[in-house]
């Protein structure tokens, strides 16, 4: 039977080691915290369902991922820039929102429980080098330009909602968000270039805004957040070694939606050990152009600024073109690939190595 060894025990390294193990390799799993989601605090996250016409449960299950975790579909979304709020129900679920974290039902958790049913081998508090893995997956760990997420969770009794708030004052360069699911919230101002102190500032505006334009109502609430990795390393291969999730710099550069890249990432890195395929061409053939693509959605809400929000509040009002709108400003077009050299070129200064 042959070994395998990963280093990370977060969604990349868990979804690439759940594929080889069922494969029928040996894995060994090296974790540096004492349990799975340790990053995580919690708090509720959206795995975005817009990029891609299949389903990203579909999607999921097509990459052996069971889903043995909390998972809300949510059709109905609201948007607002802090004065209009706006709803909109789309035909198919925006996104799902599942928990992240060391608790009970969390995307992390369930994945862990997937490995270990398949025999993976889970060392945690492991500090092994990296010269002795086949697959990194320590996501954000080395990289140095982050965006920084503050916020909170709660217990309450409002009903479902998923909001989105898109205005500068409640968060710089990001959005702010309420979710709240099955008596559970969190609500986050997302940031990039700040420190921790001004991030919160920008959450506590969030907290302003987003609780007069809802009637919420708000218990236990515990500080949650954490930091991102924004800075596109691109490195697929390095010395052998394969390079999966956010330390390989696979991530939305636009709004850090990076679940679905962590996970898809893991699954072809398990596929080119399983079939022997070039991992990097593989990488190529499924993520490159989106990633490419939010080169280019950040450079333009970055130059464009508070316009490049209305312009999306304004799509908004048109009801069902949003979604679709959604899916054409995270997919290839021309539009996108004649402003790439322009948006690399102009990024590069603060973000090294873009693909
Ligand atoms: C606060 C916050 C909110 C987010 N919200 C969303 C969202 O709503 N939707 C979305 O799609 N994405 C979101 N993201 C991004 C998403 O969570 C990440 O892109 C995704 O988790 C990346 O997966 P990964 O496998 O690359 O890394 P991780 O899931 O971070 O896993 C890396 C693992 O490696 C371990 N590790 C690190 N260094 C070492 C080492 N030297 N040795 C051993 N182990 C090590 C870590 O402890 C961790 O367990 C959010 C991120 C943050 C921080």
Known sequence: MKNIKILGAGLSGLSAAINLARAGYNVDVFEKDDDCGKRFHGDLEGLENWSLPV???????????????????????????????????FKKPVFYIVKRGVVENSLDQGLKNQAMDLGVNIHFNSKTKKENMDIISIGTAENKHVGIVKGIRFETESDDIAASLLNNEASNSGYSYLLITNGYGSMC????????????????????????????????????????????????????????????????????????????????????????????????????????????????????????????????????????????????????????????????RRYRNLP
Not at 62 to 77: L, W
Not at 255 to 273: D, E, H
Not at 327 to 333: D, K
């Open 55 to 89: 389903d990203v449960i579909h999607e999921f299950k097509s990459m052996n991922i069971k889903i043995n975790f909390d998972c809300s579909p949510f059709k109905t979304v609201y948007l607002s820039d802090g004065k209009e709020l706006l709803d909109n129900t």
């Open 189 to 348: 101002s997302v940031n990039l270039y700040v420190t921790g102190n001004k991030a919160n500032m920008y959450f506590k505006k969030a907290y302003e805004i987003i609780t007069d334009l809802f009637n919420i109502d708000i218990k236990n609430e515990k500080n949650v957040g954490g930091v991102g990795c924004f800075l596109l390393k691109s490195r697929l291969v390095e010395n052998g070694k394969i390079y999966t999730g956010e330390a390989a710099g696979l991530q939305d550069l636009l709004w850090g939606f990076g679940m679905r890249y962590a996970v898809t990432s893991g699954f072809l890195a398990a596929l080119s050990i399983i079939e022997n395929k070039n991992y990097k061409k593989l990488i190529k053939q499924r993520l490159s152009g989106r990633i490419k693509t939010s080169v280019v959605n950040r450079f333009l809400s970055e130059k464009v600024g508070d316009r490049f929000y209305t312009y999306l509040i304004g799509q908004a009002k048109k009801d069902d073109r949003w979604m679709d709108l959604l899916y054409r400003a995270y997919n290839p077009s021309l539009r996108s690939r004649v402003i790439y050299p322009f948006a690399r070129w102009s990024l590069s």
